[in-house]
Structure formats: C-alpha cells, structure tokens
C-alpha cells in the first residue's frame, strides 16, 4: 500500500489519479480549492481519502498541507504535483500580471510542494516525486508561450532535483502527456486579451494545433501507466504519455542538434585561446 499526496485532484489527471490509487487499496492525500469537489471520492473511498483544501501559491499553506497528510497516514511514499492551467495568448500579449500568475501555480506551486515532502521522504530513506509537465515542457508552441515556459522551468528544476535527492532513495519523474480530454483547454485555461495583429497568425496556430492534436488521448487510460510508473523499480526521469508525443520531440530535438553542429565552428571560435 502506497500514501500518495496529489495537488490539483478535483478533475483531469489529478482525480484520474487518486481513482487509480484508492482503486487497489493506496490511500490519498487530495487537495484542491474547494474540498467540495472531492466529495465524490470521499463518498465512495471514506478514510482512504484525506480532503485538504489547498492554494498551492501559498507556500505556508503547502508545508501545512504536506504535513497534514504525512502526519494523517503515518508517511508519504508519492508526491504529485499536478496543479496547474494553461495560459493562452502570444508573447506581446501577455500582460505582467498573467505571466507571473502562471509561473506562482504551475512552477512555484509545484516548488513549495517539493521542499515540503522532502524533509519527509529524505527521513523515510524513500518516495517518489512527479511533476506533471507536458509535451510542452520540451517543444514549444505558439500561443501558449509562458505556459511552455512555465513547464519548461519545472522540467530543469526538476532535473537538477533528481540527482540532488538520488542518494535519499527518492525518485523524480516528470510525467509529460500530450493532448488529453481534459478541460485543460476548456473552464480552466486563461485567455490573454488578444491583439487584432496577431489574428491572422492566430488562425494559422489554430489550424496547426488541431492538425497536431488528432483524437485526444483518453484521461482514463492514464491510470494504468502512472500506477507502472510509481511501481517501477527504476523509474524514469521523464516519460511521455499519449500517442504521437515522441515524434514531436524527435523532430524538435533533431532540428536543434542540426542547428548546433550548421554553426559549430562559430561555437568553437567564441571560445577564444
């Protein structure tokens, strides 16, 4: 039996999650805004679930919450940081206000959370910590730029964490799905106020997006693979979930080793000597 502690498990792949978990017999910390929307789960699972009401901006608050349920359920074996939302609106739209709200949640949440459960998990000699990133978080698109950028953060701290915290017997792994039927796009997102500049382009994006996208994957079909995740002996640092989400890694990652060795003897002359 595993404690997991989730951010974010009201709806998509935060309450997939939890159902996945309290399914085969785990226990779950879940939190969320408004407690009232895990009342199903506390419903149908009872003491298994430990609703906690949760900003995870509020770094007093996520120290609170972590020790809470570490406190409730006597240890934490799974911590996932899966709040977040998706911040729509090219780069110049983007007003100061927007992008630092982005990055409090999606970074800076998923932050305190981590600095929270590791004095635990270091005492504990182990756990493991997932950090719900995207398909975004190592390709970049537009429309969605501080988003990227938000995941992108997540992805080098998270990386640089992995191997802080190895010798601890504590485990990173950064989840990145592709596109999912979730409300990611839909009640959650936020919307720049658009400029009539980029209009046209905006319909190109569009066009492109939805040819990306195809058939959304099925948020329910995530709850097998974060179980073989969290039950892997090693595992993995990143992993993609859905279909089609390597090969557009693979042709971003290929164009930029493309750029880096078209302009590699201007690197090796800045190097001076």
Request: with cysteine.
């Amino acid at each position: 039996m595993k404690v997991w502690f989730i951010t974010g498990a009201s709806r998509g792949f935060g309450r997939e999650w939890a159902v996945a978990a309290l399914d085969r017999g785990d226990r779950v910390a879940a939190t969320a805004r408004d407690t009232a929307t895990l009342a199903g789960l506390v419903d149908e699972y009872g003491d298994a679930v430990l609703p906690i009401g949760l900003d995870v901006t509020d770094r007093a608050a996520d120290l609170a919450a972590v020790r809470q349920a570490a406190e409730h359920f006597g240890r934490l074996d799974v911590v996932v940081n899966n709040a977040g939302y998706g911040q729509f609106g090219m780069v110049e739209e983007i007003t100061e206000e927007e992008a630092r709200a982005q990055f409090e949640t999606n970074v800076f949440g998923a932050l305190w959370v981590t600095q929270a459960a590791l004095p635990i998990l270091r005492e504990q000699g182990d756990g493991h910590i997932v950090q719900v990133s995207s398909i975004g978080g190592i390709c970049a698109f537009p429309n969605i730029g501080l988003y990227n950028a938000s995941k992108w953060a997540l992805e080098a701290f998270s990386q640089s964490l992995a191997q802080e915290v190895a010798d601890f017997g504590i485990a990173v792994t950064l989840v990145e799905p592709g596109a999912y039927g979730t409300d990611w796009a839909g009640s959650s997102a936020r919307h720049a106020r658009r400029l009539p500049a980029y209009d046209e382009f905006r319909t190109k994006a569009a066009e492109a997006r939805a040819e990306r996208i195809g058939t959304p994957g099925d948020p329910a079909a995530t709850r097998a693979a974060i179980l073989r995740v969290v039950d892997a002996d090693e595992p993995p640092l990143r992993v993609f979930f859905g279909a089609g989400t390597l090969p557009l890694a693979t042709a971003d990652y290929e164009s930029r080793l493309a750029t880096w060795r078209e302009w590699e003897a201007v690197s090796i002359a800045a190097h001076g000597g």
